[in-house]
């Protein structure tokens, strides 16, 4: 028997091998296979219903050199799914399969993990601190060591002293995920508006396939009314995965989980060790781990019993993913909630046009039938929402759930602009006088002032005083940003950094580098000069790598041990500081330059969120932003308060241009190590773009972006109206056109949000 295996690899389909004399692979084991000399970790896929096997000569096809019986399958749903995103994206679907297959250690016989237990004599060397962990240890659980370290407040190493003595037993850990989670815990009592949004939520839960876009302002209380559909699913004895568009977002989510339902839900991002994503996959593949967190990659997890998907700031742009596979996890969950909860049947791939909803329709293949699943829901929740999911919601294929009002707080905070021509720094600063005078107020009566500037580093430019040289990265067509911290020049694009001379490359002459601008590190320098008394606090991704440590500075600014947080968006989302009153935009005109058709909602939802962290509960807020267009509609709707004035002029101007969700885009982008092949190429592409009505191609243009790591760009873009069937013409106009040689690279990128 031979069977079709999809290897993670950008090949264009799958495989046939044998399978091994009395030997069985249903689709969605794991196997290895060889391919050429080296051999894959891989997955036996499916053949299109009434396929044949391909007629190979036997004695061609390669045979199976394991199957993995003890690694859990990929449940069917998972195939579909990969089948789907391959087809929506353009990707390989080998490429979305190693996407699901991102925890190596799954693939191996898990490590069994040891804690520590009391059980032998007490030491004969007693010291306070070792008194402290038997006390700590008396209820004779097993314990993670760094666990019993930390509640007996003692360093890890007092812990295997007391090993060493016998004191304690080296014991393995119970399964974790075993660990239930209690719905019918005391919870939160809701408000009347809670509980209503709660009832409406609970409701369209027994639906099957239903969007909920679950609109309240910040500090409304949207987790504590999500939680209520999360119990309800999880009382069905269902799955259920939380999307955070952040890792920084999942500590204050796990603390309140654990508050709500007694215990942890399982995480998946970036920050979870290698072995624990192992650990993770193998329980949500087996249906143990029933509650997930987890980053946009979550989505691919192999949930077998999935019962609900909740996108949370479903707005934001962290959700699209650029690299490799490039699709928007926000649309693809609304996918994956159409296509059910786990036991779909075998079939053509196509979750039919009513699943993606704005953006992301796609209609491609045969619409088969709604197959017996009917589909599990998904929450979309914000208090920004983006246009699409508004759109929707407008449009009655999402179902629209306001909360006008703060849960704890009497109003949202007042927001102003602070005119910046008006009230100018001094020369060589950036604060304006009107918002230190209003963080000195805030400080002197005891509470927070949070400060946010979108850019990392010390400034964005440094150029010569004497000779006017700029540093530009050798490999980019950006300047390089000084960070001052660690002393050296970076690029924000490759990734290359130069220590920071101290005389000029071009003209030799010394001391004569100017900083050009403000990054968060100058914001910081400034407030220190300013508020010398302050107790400061720096957040920005590039110092602030280790989750562990983030998440101890954000316990810090809620316990109030900080009084200025100065940050980039790290801080600038979903958090809830309880002393934080006041918050101070440095440039609300930042986001504003962009040229891309989203720049204005963008900036509109980053400024609300952030500007929303202030007052949120008995403090009163105020949001005080710095620009020099006051007048422009984003600053003007911050200001009044009036989001849905905002919002339906923007649709409208959408609607206008049809541009997203009205009419549908794709980006392609032509790069290559010499300006010339990939200008020619693009062009040679533009040239084969089949004629179509309703769909037109734009360009090829330079890209604003012109170069990246030495590589030149250009750039296409596709303008299709809504009904359009965008993948179709995509195939047919890629398979014509002429084959990218030599270093040439093309790349697709459907639903684009990135322009550069
Ligand atoms: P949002 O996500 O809408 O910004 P949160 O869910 O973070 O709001 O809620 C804001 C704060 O109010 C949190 O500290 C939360 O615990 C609290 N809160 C919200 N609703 C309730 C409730 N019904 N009872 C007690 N506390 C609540
Ligand atoms: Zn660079």
């Not at 859990?72 to 089948?83: C, N, Q, R, T, Y």
């Not at 119970?174 to 009347?192: K, Q």
Request: proline share 7%; aromatic share 6%.
């Amino acid at each position: 028997m031979t069977v079709p295996v999809l290897l993670p690899l950008a090949l264009p389909a799958p495989y046939d091998y044998l399978v091994p004399e009395g030997s069985h692979a249903e689709p969605g084991t794991f196997v290895i296979v060889p391919l050429g000399p080296v051999e894959y970790l891989a997955a036996v896929w499916r053949r299109p219903a009434g396929a044949a096997p391909p007629k190979i000569a036997r004695k061609k096809l390669r045979e199976i050199v394991e199957i993995l019986d003890d690694v859990p399958k990929l449940p069917e749903i998972s195939l579909d799914f990969a089948d789907w995103v391959a087809n929506y994206t353009l990707a390989p679907a080998g490429m979305v399969l190693r996407m699901m297959m991102s925890a190596r250690s799954a693939f191996q016989p898990p490590a069994p993990r040891y804690g520590v237990r009391l059980e032998g004599a007490p030491p004969e060397r007693m010291t306070p601190a070792r008194a402290r962990v038997l006390e700590a240890a008396a209820n004779g659980l097993v314990w993670v060591k760094s666990a019993l370290a930390e509640a007996a407040g003692v360093s890890p190493g007092v812990i295997d002293g007391l090993v060493d003595a016998g004191t304690l037993i080296a014991e393995p850990l119970p399964d974790w995920h075993a660990m239930p989670l209690d719905t019918a815990r005391a919870r939160a009592t809701l408000n009347d508006e809670q509980a209503e949004a709660a009832r409406a939520l609970v409701a369209n839960m027994d639906d099957g396939f239903a969007v909920s876009l679950l609109d309240g302002v910040t500090g409304s209380g949207k987790t504590e009314v999500y939680f209520e559909a999360i119990a309800k699913v999880l009382d069905q004895g269902k799955q259920a995965l939380v999307l955070m568009p952040e890792i920084a977002l999942t500590s204050q989510f796990i603390a309140r989980c654990e508050e709500r339902f007694g215990a942890k839900p399982a995480e998946w991002h970036s920050g979870v060790s290698a072995p624990n994503r192992g650990r993770v996959w193998r329980a949500v593949a087996e249906n143990k781990a029933k509650l997930v967190v987890g980053a946009r990659s979550a989505l691919f997890l192999p949930f077998p019993d999935l019962g609900l998907i909740v996108v949370d700031e479903e707005h934001d742009q962290g959700y699209k993913q650029e690299d490799r596979v490039a699709y928007q996890a926000r649309d693809m969950a609304v996918v994956r909630a159409h296509l059910g909860a786990g036991r779909a049947g075998f079939g053509a791939a196509g979750a039919g046009s009513r699943a993606a909803g704005a953006s992301s329709r796609a209609r491609f293949g045969e619409d088969s039938a709604d197959r017996s699943p009917r589909g599990i829901p998904v929450v979309l929740s914000s208090a920004t929402p983006s246009i699409e999911s508004l759109v929707n919601a407008g449009q009655g294929r999402y179902r629209h759930i306001r909360i006008g009002t703060r849960y704890k707080a009497a109003s949202l905070p007042a927001i102003q602009a602070i005119d910046m021509r008006k009230s100018p720094p001094q020369r060589g600063h950036w604060l304006s006088p009107v918002l230190t005078d209003a963080v000195a107020e805030t400080l002197g009566r005891g509470e927070q002032a949070l400060l946010f500037l979108n850019r990392r580093g010390y400034a964005p430019v440094t150029l010569c005083r004497k000779c006017g040289f700029r540093f530009e990265c050798p490999n980019c067509s950006a300047w390089l940003v000084e960070h001052r911290f660690r002393r050296r020049l970076e690029c924000h694009h490759c990734g290359k950094f130069l220590p920071l001379p101290h005389e000029c490359p071009s003209c030799g002459a010394e001391e004569s580098l100017v900083a050009c601008g403000p990054g968060i590190e100058r914001i910081a320098e400034e407030v220190a000069e300013q508020f010398p008394e302050a107790r400061r606090v720096l957040l920005s991704s590039d110092l602030t790598p280790s989750i562990s440590d983030l998440r101890e500075t954000l316990r810090e600014i809620e316990d109030r041990e900080v009084d200025i947080i100065i940050g980039t968006q790290l801080v600038a989302k979903g958090h809830h500081f309880p002393g934080l009153a006041l918050v101070g935009v440095i440039d609300g005109d930042l986001g504003l330059a962009q040229g891309d058709p989203r720049a204005a909602e963008r900036t509109f939802q980053l400024l609300s969120q952030v500007t929303g962290r202030a007052g949120r509960e008995t403090i009163k807020g105020r949001g005080l932003i710095q620009t020099y267009m006051p007048e422009h509609p984003v600053i003007a709707a911050l200001v009044s308060g009036d989001r849905d004035t905002f919002l339906d002029r923007e649709i409208e101007a959408r609607r206008e241009a049809g541009m997203p969700p009205f009419g549908r885009l794709a980006a392609i982008l032509v790069t290559a190590g010499d300006r010339g092949a990939a200008e020619g190429y693009a062009r040679e592409v533009a040239r084969a773009a089949p004629h179509a009505e309703k769909i037109q191609v734009l360009g090829p243009a330079e890209a604003p972006l012109s170069v990246i790591r030495g590589r030149y760009r250009f750039r296409l873009l596709v303008k299709a109206v809504r009904e359009a069937d965008l993948q179709a013409y995509l195939r047919l106009w890629l398979a014509q056109a002429p084959k990218a040689r030599g270093d040439i690279r093309l790349t697709v990128d459907i639903d684009p949000y990135s322009f550069l």
